[in-house]
């Protein structure tokens, strides 16, 4: 059965795609559009974000780095939704990458702030090359996916065992969270982290767990620091990022908007992505890419049941992103008050779906059965030699062992 493809405003010039698409905006208005967008917010600020604050205790964050850091994941994720959305009239839902957001779990014990802001830098040059070459095909030919997608496994592994060996300090509280996240995944709600962070955060009361909160209520300011560029951090973190951001991101959110009826812009997402991306690097954003997780529920008929007018989802995403955004450091007051064993498990809880998914498709085909096991096993290990992480050696053994296996049954 053929799929019909929605074009949208695509073939338009810009200006006149984006002007048309303000125009018929209040029009698209629909109820389930606007409660799409502001789910997908509300997902993103859980989950992920406690991805994002494990990140800045590893990197020792200041409280203005860690607000700046807010400031332009948040605002990024919006502006990249709201252009895209606009000018190609379909909903297009901008991201942080958590998988990326992970690897800086132990890329920040191993290289210096500046230095992660550096390979920020040329991850997304290379996106923009990619981009506006209109290389994303071709490059995706050159690492196995299996392989990618077990190094991404390895990567996010630690953060699934850390749900149950977090229970060693307040299983009451563990306990809880895990069993409402598995019901909601039961009973098929939208968004199974959201009440399990309602149950943490009630079981939290009852024990008096949580930290006394200082929430301030001020819009955020961006903080300057001038990247610098190693061999180091580049293959330890730029490549990685560079084949996460292509492969778990781009790949996979466009395919969400091919899958749901839409032709999507390719070209467009990976260079609007890398441009916003390189602009906010200097002020901590860790890169912003189309969705991959939240945005199907954008773009099903959930949300609209006209594909038309579905785009009014992505721009509802994209302003509550950037309203957020502005008040980075109230979600820093908030997230500040919760007692780490929450933190832990509500990240991992938001993190086994992928590691299920990505574990799964690294290790099913019995081609690359191997090479996926090794490149988990490596970069599960955090082995470095050379200033490169495991990360990068876990790239290099799988597809050495790859071609080992390849050549011999050739």
């Known amino acids: 059965m053929s799929i019909q493809l929605e074009r949208g405003t695509t073939d338009l010039p810009i200006f006149q795609a984006i002007s048309q698409n303000l125009k018929n905006l209040p029009k698209s208005f629909t109820w389930g559009a606007l409660l799409s967008g502001f789910l997908i917010v509300l997902i993103s600020a859980t989950g992920p974000i406690a991805i994002l604050f494990q990140a800045a205790t590893a990197g020792n964050f200041t409280d203005q780095q860690l607000s700046s850091w807010l400031l332009t994941v948040f605002i990024g994720?919006?502006?990249?939704?709201?252009v895209l959305t606009l000018r190609h009239g379909m909903p297009v839902i901008g991201a942080w990458a958590a998988a990326t957001t992970a690897l800086l779990v132990t890329g920040l014990t191993e290289h210096s702030y500046p230095e992660v802001l550096g390979a920020y830098v040329?991850?997304?040059?290379?996106?923009?090359?990619?981009?506006?070459?209109?290389?994303?095909?071709?490059?995706?030919?050159?690492?196995?996916?299996?392989?990618?997608?077990?190094?991404?496994?390895?990567?996010?592994?630690?953060?699934?065992?850390?749900?149950?060996?977090?229970?060693?300090?307040?299983?009451?509280?563990?306990?809880?969270?895990?069993?409402?996240?598995?019901?909601?995944?039961?009973y098929k709600w939208r968004?199974?982290?959201?009440?399990?962070?309602?149950?943490?955060?009630?079981?939290?009361?009852?024990?008096?767990?949580?930290?006394?909160?200082?929430?301030?209520?001020?819009?955020?300011?961006?903080?300057?620091?001038?990247?610098?560029?190693?061999?180091?951090?580049?293959?330890?973190?730029?490549?990685?990022?560079?084949?996460?951001?292509?492969?778990?991101?781009?790949?996979?959110?466009?395919?969400?908007?091919?899958?749901?009826?839409?032709?999507?812009?390719?070209?467009?997402?990976?260079?609007?992505?890398?441009?916003?991306?390189?602009?906010?690097?200097?002020?901590?954003?860790?890169?912003?890419?189309?969705?991959?997780?939240?945005?199907?529920?954008?773009?099903q008929k959930d949300a609209d049941p006209n594909p038309k007018t579905r785009y009014f989802a992505g721009v509802a995403c994209g302003i509550f992103y950037i309203i957020l955004g502005l008040f980075g450091s109230t979600v820093m007051g908030f997230f500040g008050t919760l007692p780490p064993v929450l933190l832990a498990v509500l990240a991992g809880l938001a993190l086994i779906p992928v590691i299920g998914s990505c574990t799964n498709e690294a290790l099913e085909n019995p081609d690359y059965r191997e090479a996926g096991l090794v490149t988990l096993l490596i970069t599960v290990s955090g082995i470095s030699a050379f200033n490169l992480g495991a990360p990068f050696w876990g790239l290099i053994g799988g597809v050495l062992v790859h071609e080992i296996l390849n050549r011999k049954r050739k």
């Open 77 to 82: 994720s919006g502006l990249f939704g709201l």
């Open 122 to 186: 040329i991850a997304s040059i290379a996106l923009i090359v990619v981009g506006l070459t209109g290389l994303f095909g071709k490059l995706m030919a050159l690492v196995p996916r299996p392989v990618v997608m077990a190094m991404l496994g390895g990567i996010l592994f630690r953060f699934g065992v850390e749900v149950f060996s977090s229970l060693k300090s307040n299983a009451l509280l563990g306990l809880g969270m895990i069993l409402m996240f598995f019901i909601a995944k039961r």
């Open 191 to 299: 968004a199974p982290v959201v009440p399990a962070l309602a149950v943490g955060l009630i079981i939290g009361l009852m024990q008096k767990e949580l930290i006394n909160p200082n929430i301030d209520v001020s819009i955020t300011a961006p903080m300057w620091v001038t990247p610098e560029f190693t061999l180091g951090s580049m293959l330890t973190l730029a490549l990685p990022i560079f084949l996460l951001v292509m492969t778990t991101q781009n790949a996979t959110g466009t395919a969400v908007l091919y899958n749901s009826g839409y032709e999507p812009p390719i070209n467009n997402v990976v260079t609007v992505g890398g441009i916003i991306s390189l602009l906010s690097a200097p002020f901590g954003n860790s890169g912003v890419n189309i969705s991959a997780m939240t945005a199907v529920i954008a773009t």
